[in-house]
């Protein structure tokens, strides 16, 4: 019965050393590593597409945080540029995003919102792209828009009073946001 109780003991001795760690070392990167990777990786392709960002503190409706601030006026955007758009947009906000005047597609602009990567886009640029009212028409979550630049673009100004009557109506969509300055 002593032998019994005795390696009982061992056992669990030896179950408790393993499940706290047992000196276990973690060889992989922190969180914070990762994300540090992320910038850098998202800095490399704004800046490999002719563009900059900055990384900016923010403070806004009782809010303070850092954001991004995102300039790729005249930018060759790509979908390598689109990619870390999208990853950077899982753990990072882009406060403010000048597209202007670049080569921004419907189809890459409507993968960023369906992404939701720029949900908390406060700034929008989007003067003299190639900007539509059908894809205006299926932008769902650009939740923060305060202003938005869409002169010189094909966004008619029908399709803009659906997009704020969109807006209006979208739960998502908190009341300082609800209406836009939109520029045409």
């Not at 960002?53 to 390598?80: C, F, H, R």
């Not at 919102?113 to 989007?126: G, H, I, P, Q, S």
């Not at 009073?161 to 209406?179: G, I, Q, T, Y």
């Amino acid at each position: 019965m002593r032998r019994v109780n005795s390696w009982r003991r061992g056992l669990t001795a030896c179950l408790l050393v393993l499940i706290a760690g047992c000196g276990y070392r973690y060889e992989g990167k922190s969180e914070y590593e990762e994300a540090q990777e992320l910038d850098q990786v998202f800095k490399k392709a704004v800046q490999t597409a002719g563009g900059s960002a900055e990384l900016q503190s923010i403070k806004k409706y009782g809010q303070e945080g850092q954001a991004w601030a995102v300039n790729l006026n005249k930018a060759q955007i790509g979908d390598v540029l689109i990619d870390a758009m999208v990853k950077l947009g899982q753990v990072a906000y882009i406060a403010k995003l000048d597209l202007g005047q670049s080569t921004i597609t419907n189809k890459q602009l409507l993968k960023l919102d369906a992404v939701k990567a720029c949900r908390l886009t406060m700034e929008l640029d989007l003067s003299n792209t190639g900007l539509d009212d059908a894809t205006l028409d299926q932008i769902l979550n650009l939740n923060c828009l305060e202003t938005v630049n869409l002169k010189g673009t094909k966004v008619t100004s029908q399709a803009i009073s659906r997009f704020k009557a969109k807006r209006k109506s979208n739960e998502d969509v908190l009341p300082p946001f609800k209406n836009p300055k939109i520029a045409m």
